[in-house]
């Protein structure tokens, strides 16, 4: 098996989405292009959703007009319906995620409609996209529990991932929302998913709410794993989770990896330094263990 691991960072996007005080567009541009210069080859850069939901992304076509034209970097975006896909593909989007859960109670709270109707309003956006030549991810929420009605059931994860994936999802991310899970309940949840979607089209999203998020990496990696979400610093929280943290920062990721002998791609000092500098214009410390141990030395 290959030991290439891909990252998506979500900082831009997931990191942000939630922050509370202002984050100026100039600051998010700053901080992709830091990203890019340390390897990054993904980056979610912001999310075509209703600004009265999200404010902090409301500034979605400001971004992408500014966003560095880096050979082989990508610049996904959320969209969850054809109205943000139109508006993201108009401001020169070329890869988007659409985001389903496999918890009901969740879905209404995040996209205010059932699962079967996400779908169906997924269902214009793959039309679409692939008339247009875009790649589109898919995201499954809640994938080990959900803040509104506990466990879910590994059937009803592998259930939306096979779905999104027989809409045309390249790869379906599995979102641990809460960062609840472990080990355990992660690869129960992988068992059931990969018995119906290969695992080379399956990533991991791991929120590091219980501090987790690095085991879960580890496990989902033996496991056979070969593409994570994470964010530089350990920036963010869903706001449809209240008291969820952000993602598992990327450079406990990288360093994890990179001691497991797997290839990112990706240069842990810049990375690092990246992470520090939007940390310091958040004004907080780094929600990274590895950057706090390399910045301390
Ligand atoms: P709605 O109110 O049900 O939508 O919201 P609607 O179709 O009834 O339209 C109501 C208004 O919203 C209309 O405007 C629409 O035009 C507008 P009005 O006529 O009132 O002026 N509207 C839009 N505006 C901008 N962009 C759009 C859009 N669509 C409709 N795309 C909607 C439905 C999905 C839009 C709303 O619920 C929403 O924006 N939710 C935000 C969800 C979100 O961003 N959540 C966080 C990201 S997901 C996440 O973090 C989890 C993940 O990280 C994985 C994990 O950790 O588990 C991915
Ligand atoms: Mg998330």
């Known amino acids: 098996m290959t030991n290439r691991v891909r990252i998506i960072e979500v900082g831009p996007r997931d990191g942000l989405q939630n922050e509370k005080q202002v984050v100026t567009t ?19 850069a912001t999310s075509f959703v209703s600004p009265k939901w999200v404010p902090q992304m409301a500034d979605h076509a400001e971004i992408m007009a500014g966003l560095p034209a880096l050979p082989g970097v990508h610049y996904p975006v959320l969209t969850p319906n054809l109205k943000g896909y139109e508006a993201a593909v108009a401001a020169g989007a070329k890869e988007v995620a659409v985001f389903a859960a496999a918890s009901e109670a969740f ?3 995040n996209i205010n409609c059932s699962i079967a109707e996400s779908i169906a309003r997924f269902e214009p956006v793959f039309a679409a996209a692939a008339k247009d030549g875009v790649r589109v991810r898919g995201y ?19 259930e939306v991932a096979e779905r999104l994936r027989a809409l045309g999802s390249y790869e379906v991310s599995l979102g641990d929302t809460i960062g609840t899970g472990t080990p355990a309940s992660v690869l129960r949840m992988l068992e059931a998913v990969a018995a119906r979607v290969p695992l080379a089209e399956l990533a991991g999203h791991f929120h590091d709410t219980y501090g987790m998020g690095v085991a879960n990496v580890h496990a989902s990696y033996q496991f056979g794993l070969r593409c ?20 598992v920062a990327t450079e406990d990721v990288v360093y994890l ?13 810049a990375l690092v330094d990246a992470g520090a500098w939007i940390s310091e214009a958040l004004g907080r410390p780094t929600g990274s263990r ?6 301390a030395r």
């Open 107 to 109: 879905s209404q709270k």
């Open 257 to 269: 990896l990179n001691g497991l002998g797997a290839d990112t791609g990706i240069d842990l000092d």
């Open 228 to 247: 994570f979400d994470s964010s530089v610093a350990g920036l963010g929280g869903c706001p449809y989770a209240k008291g969820a943290t952000g993602n």
């Open 26 to 44: 100039a600051t998010k541009l700053g901080l992709i292009e830091r990203l890019a210069k340390a390897g990054l080859r993904h980056i979610e």
């Open 140 to 158: 499954v929420s809640c994938v080990v529990a959900c803040p509104y009605e506990g466990p879910v059931a590994p059937a009803k994860v592998a």
């Open 290 to 295: 590895v950057a706090r141990a390399l910045l």
